[in-house]
């Protein structure tokens, strides 16, 4: 059994920046990702990180402002989101999928869910 904690979401400003966190209980060397939902829209993923943190993929519409990764000794995952932009609005969820798979995470693949924390960009 795995337990996720997300934490980091809030209020920023369109151009700003935010670093969520993701926090694993249990064994928590599995591939780990980021995915998000805004109100009416389906869930969405938005990056992935391999167990060694060597690899990781990310969706276009946050490729080249955002950076996944890991601390294995904390347990823990991060999000950092730079040039934010009110499409960015969403909960965003941590999930983790025993096996790496390098390109875009369907939901219907992860094994566990943390509770999502919401980030709101306003223009």
């Known amino acids: 059994q795995v337990q996720l904690v997300e934490s980091g979401g809030g209020l920023v400003q369109a151009g700003g920046s935010l670093r969520l966190s993701c926090a694993a209980s249990g064994r928590a060397f599995f591939a780990l990702g980021w995915f998000r939902q805004a109100p009416g829209k389906e869930r969405e993923f938005v990056a992935a990180?391999?167990?060694?943190?060597?690899?990781?993929y990310y969706a276009d519409s946050v490729k080249g402002r955002s950076t996944i990764s890991r601390d294995n000794a904390k347990n823990t995952m991060y999000l950092q989101m730079n040039s934010l932009k009110p499409e960015d609005t969403a909960v965003y969820y941590c999930?983790?999928?025993?096996?790496?798979?390098?390109?875009?995470?369907?939901?219907?693949?992860?094994?566990?869910w943390g509770q999502g924390t919401q980030v709101t960009v306003s223009s």
């Open positions: 990180i391999s167990s060694s943190g060597w690899s990781t």
């Open positions: 999930a983790v999928r025993r096996g790496w798979v390098t390109g875009t995470w369907s939901p219907q693949h992860i094994d566990y």
